[in-house]
């Protein structure tokens, strides 16, 4: 008996796609009828009803045209069965990306004449790609799903914000702090989701940063509750001061230069910069160790971990503690960078775009997670002049971009320990939910 795959005629693929194309042309209609084809106007008598029959024809028809497009590239896509190809392409890409991104990085705020604000951008942007290489220990290497990060990064901000209102400590001093402190609640998050999986997972990580938030709302004699803390201070340059009023003391009068708001943005950018570099620095030295390798495994399969001997309570925990040790030296940068915090500054929300950063980019990926910040963090930023339609581009390029690479920008594997030559492991050749 032959194992052949049958040939898939012309007419039936036709068949095929007018009947998906017809159900997404039918389901576009009645999402646009109260979304397009109505319109409230103004009438001498009040409000009244109108309709736009063209321009609802107009979205129906672009919708199936869209989704027949879709199902084309997704024939052509299985079909060529280029897989190992695509992804040995991106592996050679990456090695001229990151460099250059890297370097791009280094020489932003030197460039002459470059506004404030794209350097305060880049300190953004950065934060992100640090919580994002820190969340990616959780979800990329460790498989955990964790929708409660954000309590991490409150913790960071927190502790160094009380310890310098209440002992006067700087930057300096409550930056291994926070890290520390914060990897103490990564170690209590750790021990009652120790046989958790999966969605249950996601809900007690996800209440457990709504905790935090509520406690750090309502102890209004210890954090101020929604007034939050102010004047917290910022780093110093080695005992100088960033003051616009110059003098002694001061960075600019130190150096004899005119004080300008610049010097502390690019201070800041700087330490941001090292930070994030020293995250992505131990992630990558993390997963070439057995911990590392632990933590792979137990992303691929628990039960198989468990049968090779492998502790997974102590996995899961370091998983936990790692991540969010590098949360809370974001936070402290976080509340540093703003001189004032309040729990309005630690909603889900925040998790739920960190997370959407290490998914879009590539679970597992250190340069797909940077990618995926510089789009999701800066591009909205520069689009700011496109009022209302910001979003809605913004939207378009995310949906275009998780029918093109579903798995995100970086979806190819490399392990990190091999007998023999590395092999690159395409997206294709990964089950999607069990890898």
Known sequence: MSDAVPAVSGRDTLIRYLRDAGGV?????????????????????????????????????????????????QDRRVHQGRAAWRAARIASAGKYVTPLLLGFAVLLPLVPGIANFYIDLGVLVMTYVMLGWGLNIVVGLAGLLDLGYVAFYAVGAYSFALLAHYYHFTFWECLPLSGLFAALWGVCLGFPVLRLRGDYLAIVTLAFGEIIRLVITNWI??????????????????????????????????????????????????????????????????????????????????????????????????????????????????????????????????SATVLAIVVLGGAGSQLGVALAAVVMIGIPALLQDLSIYRMLFFGLALVIMMVVRPRGFVSTRTPSIALGRRKLISSELISEGHG
Request: glycine content about 12%; hydrophobic content about 50%; charged content about 10%.
């Open 25 to 73: 042309g039918i389901l576009a209609l009645a999402i646009f009828v109260p979304f397009i084809g109505l319109r409230l106007h103004g009438h001498m008598n009040g409000l009244a009803l109108g309709y736009r029959p063209k321009l609802l024809a107009i979205g129906v028809v672009l919708a199936v045209l869209a989704r027949v497009l879709v199902l084309i590239w």
């Open 221 to 350: 004699s210890l954090t101020g509750g929604p007034n939050g803390i102010y004047n917290i201070p910022h780093p110093t340059f080695f005992g100088l001061n960033f003051n616009l009023g110059g003098g002694a003391g001061t960075f600019s009068g130190f150096f004899g230069i005119d004080p300008d708001p610049k010097q502390l943005t690019t201070y800041l950018y700087y330490i941001i910069f090292f930070l994030a570099l020293l995250t992505n620095w131990v992630t990558l030295r993390l997963r070439r160790l057995p911990m590392g390798r632990a933590w792979e495994a137990l992303r691929e399969d628990e039960i198989a971990c468990r049968s090779l001997g492998i502790n997974v309570r102590n996995t899961k925990l370091t998983a936990f503690a790692i991540g969010a040790m590098f949360g809370g030296f974001a936070g402290c940068f976080f509340a540093t960078r703003q001189n004032f915090i309040s729990p309005d500054s630690f909603t889900f929300i925040e």
